[in-house]
């Protein structure tokens, strides 16, 4: 009986550990951040911006609602939205994009002209190079492309002085939470990122 209640307590806490694991996704984005050296007027924290929209950012609620995220994610490291008394302007792209997958995860590539007949692995088609076939799921499934671009202008001299983009790939198309790591990625480090690509992941909710 000694043996069983402790055996009880360690099946009890791993259900728990595995419950709250269960709960999160981790997103992990590729990033590449740059910033300009200021020596002037350097980049501090509680610093006042305001976004600047671009022509074809024509859909007000879409817009809206990216710069949203945005501004909750720039509050982490320290700006301000201040549109009135701004000393930068944010100019903010995104974009989703989904494509289809093999089994094995890679994308799927159309079919090319030529002549070759390949019969193997589960897959046959004709003149393709990854293709739908034999053993392979119907539909194929999607995997979707998130990706963030966000530019830090100085407004007193115009340059850009903080630049930097995050793109994830995976299964999920539930845009606007995953924009909101994606920009979390995007901004990890600021105002002095590492040099070079990294990879950065951010946890959340299901």
Known sequence: MRRIVPLLLLSLL????????SGMRLVESQVRSTAVAATERPIEAGARYRFERLPSQTDPVE????EAIAEAELAEVGLVRDDAAARYSVQLTTRMESYVVDDWGRPYIGPRVGGSIMIGSGNVGIG???VVGMGMRFPPPSQ????ATLLLRDLGSNQVVYETSAQHEGPWNDRYNILRAVLAAALKDFPLPPAGSRRVKVEIPR
């Open 144 to 147: 979707y492309r998130h990706e």
């Open 128 to 130: 393709m190079g990854n």
């Open 14 to 21: 791993l259900s728990l550990l595995l419950g709250g694991c």
């Open 63 to 66: 817009t809206d609602s990216v």
